[in-house]
């Protein structure tokens, strides 16, 4: 079985400065991908980024960068120069046998002016 | 490229009714997932095809919950009868059949039961 854990339930983060959301993992699989999605007040989610079990350089997009620490069985989003629009719900989230996608519970970032 | 399509967007209804939810997916996509987000939580699986198959349904209360995917491209999903602890968000995605790619997310259906 496969397990996702987000421990901040919400966050404060001035604007522009950078955020770290937590991620860990637990899956017996060694072939696995970790995603991180974005969830407004809207409700739409939102596909940020995505790093691979067998990826050896951590996964960039844009403002986004992804912590990847295999052993630790971690998977940390980075969000850098906050911007207002970022208040969002962010969810951590894998695949592994079967193309099962696992979400975790969320964690509510609300940037500060 | 079209995406994630779903209706309807809102539906309420009363405890004990039956509703369905409608899904399309992305063409192409092999992979059709229906999760439930309670307010405030992550989404929760409850069934996943590959093309008209289940590949997971563990998480259904398959004595309230059903869903088919004929032909492997659109997909329904039924309650009946349904409890006030259905009040959700029913989302559905899709993805390509190959392994750790992304899904696509439609933009979901509120249920309220009263």
């Known amino acids: 079985a496969q397990k996702i854990t987000q421990t901040q339930p919400g966050m404060f983060v001035q604007e522009k400065e950078a955020v770290t959301l937590d991620c860990t993992y637990d899956?017996?699989?060694?072939?696995?991908?970790l995603f991180w999605y974005k969830q407004p007040s809207s409700g739409e989610m939102i596909f940020l980024i995505y790093?691979?079990?067998?990826?050896?350089q951590n996964a960039t997009e844009g403002r986004y960068s992804l912590n990847f620490q295999k052993a630790r069985k971690s998977a940390n989003l980075v969000i850098s120069a906050s911007q207002l629009g970022d208040s969002a719900m962010y969810f951590c989230a894998m695949t592994a046998a079967g193309n099962k996608l696992t979400f975790g519970g969320g964690t509510r970032v609300l940037v500060k002016p | 490229e079209a995406g994630v399509a779903q209706s309807p967007r809102y539906k309420i209804i009363e405890k004990r009714q039956s509703v369905a939810f409608w899904c399309n997916p992305i063409s192409g996509h092999a992979t059709l997932y229906w999760y439930q987000q309670i307010l405030g939580q992550g989404p929760k699986l409850l069934i996943q095809f590959q093309n008209n198959g289940v590949v997971d349904d563990s998480q259904l209360p398959k004595d309230r919950f059903s869903a088919e995917r004929l032909k492997g491209v659109d997909s329904t999903l039924k309650i009946q009868p349904a409890k006030l602890e259905d009040s959700a968000v029913y989302l559905c995605?899709?993805?390509?059949?190959?392994?750790?790619?992304?899904?696509?997310f439609g933009q979901g259906t509120r249920l309220t039961v009263v």
């Open positions: 790093q691979g079990s067998y990826d050896e």
């Open positions: 899956t017996s699989d060694q072939s696995y991908g």
């Open positions: 995605a899709s993805s390509l059949t190959t392994r750790n790619t992304e899904a696509f």
